[in-house]
């Protein structure tokens, strides 16, 4: 066992050992632990129940975030998204709930129409101190969209002081290259009119690295390795204005920009020997510079009206999405520097997104009733050319390779939902209809696909209120999950010469019905998730032993069942040392077909993360946090255990307006992804993905402002309320 891991192990020891055992066991709650020992100075250590920064809102998690001490030290939203429970975020920024869900984001109760560069530039740009709480709802009703198999609520922390406040976020993270981000949030507050401004400036290099071996039975044996150094800039503003025109209307305007440059330099190696590794049959050297662009511009417009128990909400979205890539693929002999091949590649997408929807409530009694209706649609254009160098030393078009391809989707949906509460009951029970009409256009190879369909997807919840310490409740939905747009591309993404990935424009839409139970007592909380879904959509690799070439390709699997057990709770060590653990479980079954044979295996692996927060004296906070992630992966592949340690320090400055921050994330450098294909009698593939998460950061935020006095806040929904 290698050193790294033993560190590991003597972390998660020192985090459970002794009465944080019991805890385990629910026999802490008063407990006194006497350790007498002559080379310590603490004389007791008390466990107790941390402070209520956890609750529950209809069975879904609500997790305070400004004045949490679990988040004192993360430098952003995405930061602390790692560490909520139910949440997990990986190295590529990516964020799923139960370990496979990536949920809808939205933020004070409204959908975020952005594409995933946007918004993770966007979380990047909240520092905690600017989040009131985050709601984590891993089950939506048939009030939201069925595409939206889970939700993060994001409630911003509102100035309601007139006058204006501003605060300047500044991080700064450092291995052998640098990284920084910078942002800039102003607020200006009239009786009337509360304005705010948002403008970002992130620049620096990343680094990934990708190994890989590829070979069946009888075959040259190829060894892969890719390095690439991604140097980019994103430029990004925001400008809106809240509207409270009076105690019972109130409108919005929200404005906003993203713009991003990358530079890739991509270089890697393509080593092949024979059957027996004894003959060398190749060695080929790789040159892949990349020039990539994207401009953003969105549009949130909204109005909504309140009187006595009647509520209407108008909401519309606009997203423009520009991207632009060039490529070049340069292969050349190791040995010789002959010039093998090469080709470029001009890529054009350009997508479009308009929605808008009416809700409206009526409260009677003790019930509400909810209904809504919205339309969305989207345009996406894309053109890929490819040129090969010829014999003759000209560059010719490469009509193989090269494709014109358009996809546009219009949907129009409507829901009723029923809520009443019946003493400590409150049950929810809603439909939704979807109508989705789509048409994938591959002009280049003429191939259209057309889909029209109608979905009837049900919801049910009931919430149980025991007493205040103790909490159940039981929810059940229906949920449509429609491919994104890169799964439809007929395009080659290459990872290398010879192993690309390639979208599928006749994926089918998949389908998933699951339950959920969550139970909580005081700050435990325990939830458990079953379902099933059907048309899965996924990848699989297609190996070519005459041209070498390894293709990951999209298809729909039959079904697959998932499981998940999830428990988190805080446990005060003493006044100086909390520690909040998270354990989840996981059960997978899928059923896969594969070169004519099925693959129907059941996987089990579990995650544990330890959140370890330090208060020292003169203000001074540590936080610990360890992730464990075991053996997993899906009925093809094998992906290997993993874990991470981040270490960080932070303290207020000049009457707590300087807040800094200094720490080191993945300290091990022990967060790659290392995947092996199973069935050696078919194919031996593995291969490791790397990202450079072990770094050295500093973090710097300043609030400032004239603020005076506070202003009345006029209208609150029932939700703000209870998130308070």
């Not at 407990?31 to 603490?42: F, M, P, R, Y």
């Not at 994104?484 to 290459?494: A, K, T």
């Not at 006749?506 to 389908?511: K, R, V």
């Amino acid at each position: 066992m290698n050193i790294k891991l033993w560190v590991l192990l003597l972390l998660l020891f020192l985090s459970t050992s002794g009465k944080a055992q019991d805890v385990l066991k629910g026999k802490a709650s008063d407990s006194l632990i006497q350790i007498k020992s002559a080379t310590t100075n603490i004389s007791e250590v008390i466990i107790q129940s941390a402070s209520r920064n956890l609750k529950l809102n209809n069975g879904n998690i609500v997790m305070a975030v400004s004045g949490n001490k679990d988040f004192k030290t993360s430098t952003n939203l995405l930061e602390v998204l790692r560490k909520t429970p139910g949440v997990s975020v990986d190295q590529e920024n990516g964020i799923f709930i139960g370990g496979r869900l990536t949920p809808a984001i939205f933020i004070d109760g409204k959908p975020v129409v952005m594409i995933n560069q946007e918004l993770q530039a966007y979380l990047r740009s909240l520092s905690p101190e600017m989040v009131e709480s985050i709601e984590v709802n891993s089950n939506p009703s048939s009030k939201y969209d069925a595409e939206f198999k889970g939700i993060i609520d994001i409630k911003l922390k509102k100035n309601t002081n007139l006058g204006w406040k501003g605060s300047y976020n500044g991080n700064l993270y450092v291995n052998k290259f640098s990284f920084r981000e910078n942002s800039l949030n102003l607020t200006y507050n009239t009786e009337k009119i509360a304005y705010n401004l948002q403008a970002g400036y992130t620049d620096g290099i990343s680094r990934y690295h990708y190994q890989a071996l590829q070979r069946l039975a009888n075959t040259n044996i190829m060894r892969t390795d890719t390095d690439q150094e991604d140097t980019g800039t994103v430029y990004s503003i925001q400008a809106g204005a809240d509207f409270r025109l009076n105690d019972k209307n109130r409108a919005s305007v929200n404005l906003r920009g993203n713009f991003r440059e990358n530079d890739r330099i991509r270089s890697g190696s393509l080593y092949t020997t024979d059957k027996s590794e004894t003959k060398l049959v190749s060695h080929t050297e790789s040159e892949n510079p990349i020039a990539y662009s994207q401009d953003n511009y969105g549009i949130t417009a909204s109005y909504s009206f309140q009187n006595k128990g009647f509520k209407i909400d108008l909401l519309g979205n606009y997203l423009s999405v520009k991207n632009k890539q060039q490529d070049d693929f340069i292969n050349r002999n190791k040995g010789s520097s002959e010039l093998l091949s090469y080709w470029k590649s001009d890529l054009f997408n350009e997508i479009g997104i308009y929605t808008g929807q009416i809700d409206a409530s009526q409260k009677i009694g003790n019930a509400d009733i909810e209904a809504g209706i919205k339309y969305s649609q989207s345009d996406t254009n894309n053109n890929i050319r490819y040129d090969t160098l010829s014999v003759a030393g000209q560059f010719t078009f490469d009509p193989a390779r090269s494709n014109i391809f358009s996809y546009k989707e219009k949907i129009w949906a409507g829901y009723l939902a029923y809520r009443q509460k019946f003493g400590k009951l409150q049950i929810n029970a809603g439909i939704r209809f979807e109508n989705t009409n789509s048409i994938s256009n591959a002009v280049t190879v003429d191939s259209i696909v057309s889909r029209n369909y109608l979905e009837w997807l049900p919801s049910f919840s009931a919430s149980y209120t025991i007493d205040t310490s103790n909490e159940l409740s039981f929810s059940y939905s229906r949920k449509i999950t429609r491919p994104v747009f890169s799964q439809l591309y007929p395009f080659r993404f290459y990872f290398s010469p010879l192993n690309y990935w390639i979208g599928n424009p006749y994926l089918l839409p998949s389908f998933t019905s699951q339950i959920k139970a969550t139970y909580r007592h005081k700050n435990w909380i325990t939830s458990f998730t079953i379902g099933k879904e059907k048309d899965v959509m996924t990848r699989y690799p297609l190996y070519n032993p005459e041209t070498n070439v390894l293709e990951y390709l999209g298809t729909n699997l039959p079904y697959r069942k998932f499981a998940a057990l999830e428990t988190s709770f805080p446990v005060k060590i003493n006044k100086w040392w909390t520690v909040t653990s998270q354990f989840a479980g996981y059960y997978n079954d899928e059923f896969r077909p594969y070169l004519d044979e099925v693959f129907a295996l059941k996987i089990y692996n579990y995650e544990i993360r330890l959140n370890q927060v330090f208060t020292l004296p003169k203000g001074y906070t540590i936080t610990l946090f360890a992730n464990y992630e075991s053996k997993t992966g899906n009925s093809l592949y094998i992906i290997k255990p993993r874990y991470t340690v981040d270490l960080s320090v932070q303290k207020f400055w000049l009457n707590n307006k300087l807040n800094t921050k200094i720490g080191y994330n993945n300290i091990l450098d022990s967060y790659d992804q290392r995947l092996e294909f199973r069935h050696k009698q078919i194919m031996d593939n593995r291969f490791t993905h790397w990202w450079d998460s072990s770094r050295f950061f500093l973090s710097l935020s300043y609030n400032f402002g004239s603020s005076k006095y506070q202003n009345k806040e006029i209208q609150k929904t029932e939700e703000e309320n209870r998130a308070r």
